[in-house]
T-cell receptor, first 114, second 119 residues
Framework: SQQGEEDPQALSIQEGENATMNCSYK?????LQWYRQNSGRGLVHLIL?????REKHSGRLRVTLDTSKKSSSLLITASRAADTASYFC??????????????FGSGTRLQVQP | EPEVTQTPSHQVTQMGQEVILRCVPI?????FYWYRQILGQKVEFLVS????????KSEIFDDQFSVERPDGSNFTLKIRSTKLEDSAMYFC?????????????????FGAGTRLSVL
């Protein structure tokens, strides 16, 4: 798979349920970020987890990172209809040249049914 | 809250025509980027720009593409001779100055995008 692959590709849940999305990557990274994209709109940064962190929380979001497995998960608790969007993980590589380009995964389309 | 703004929101052009997509990054940011997203596909990196020069570009960013920061606020992407396959959403992003390596957060703030339709 390519750098930054999310699964599932699509997820449909009921309001109030938790949504878990996973991301796998292939190279060593500086950090991993999750972005959200509403249909036809730009990307909104949600949360960043550094390569030396294992878990991070922000409101209803919980992100984990397992660098040994090169994987991350995003958990949205108590989902709301307004959480309906596509969610992307993005990585930047661990290099000395200061590369800052983000590599995005294919995304998970989350549908929260009211 | 400061934001990245892009104009136009939708650009329709004929194949072979030149287009210029415009972006106003967040004012205190020093790194600027262009990404594109073909309908239903991944967001793909095109180019990054720092200190008035390209710092990195992808294989997509060929001779038909160029970027410029013509003044202190605008950042533009030019496509010289558009092709049908250039149809996509083009996103501009910017980030604050940051250190290299693991100390850098590299949070990029994205504009709403320009939808380019090449006919």
């Amino acid at each position: 798979s390519q750098q930054g692959e999310e699964d599932p590709q699509a997820l449909s849940i009921q309001e109030g349920e938790n949504a878990t999305m996973n991301c796998s990557y292939k190279t060593s990274i500086n950090n991993l970020q999750w972005y959200r994209q509403n249909s036809g709109r730009g990307l909104v940064h949600l949360i960043l987890i550094r390569s030396n962190e294992r878990e991070k929380h922000s409101g209803r979001l919980r992100v984990t990172l397992d660098t040994s497995k090169k994987s991350s998960s995003l958990l949205i608790t108590a989902s709301r209809a307004a959480d309906t969007a596509s969610y992307f993980c993005a990585t930047d590589f661990l290099v000395d040249t200061g590369r800052r380009a983000l590599t995005f995964g294919s995304g998970t389309r989350l549908q929260v049914q009211p | 809250e400061p934001e990245v703004t892009q104009t136009p929101s939708h650009q329709v052009t004929q194949m072979g025509q030149e287009v210029i997509l415009r972006c106003v990054p967040i004012s205190n940011h020093l790194y600027f980027y262009w990404y594109r997203q073909i309908l239903g596909q991944k967001v793909e990196f095109l180019v990054s720009f720092y200190n008035n020069e390209i710092s990195e570009k992808s294989e997509i960013f060929d001779d038909q593409f160029s970027v410029e920061r013509p003044d202190g606020s605008n950042f533009t992407l030019k496509i010289r001779s558009t092709k049908l396959e250039d149809s996509a959403m083009y996103f501009c992003a910017s980030s604050e100055r940051g250190g290299r390596g693991s100390g850098s957060k590299n949070i990029q703030y994205f504009g709403a995008g320009t939808r380019l339709s090449v006919l």
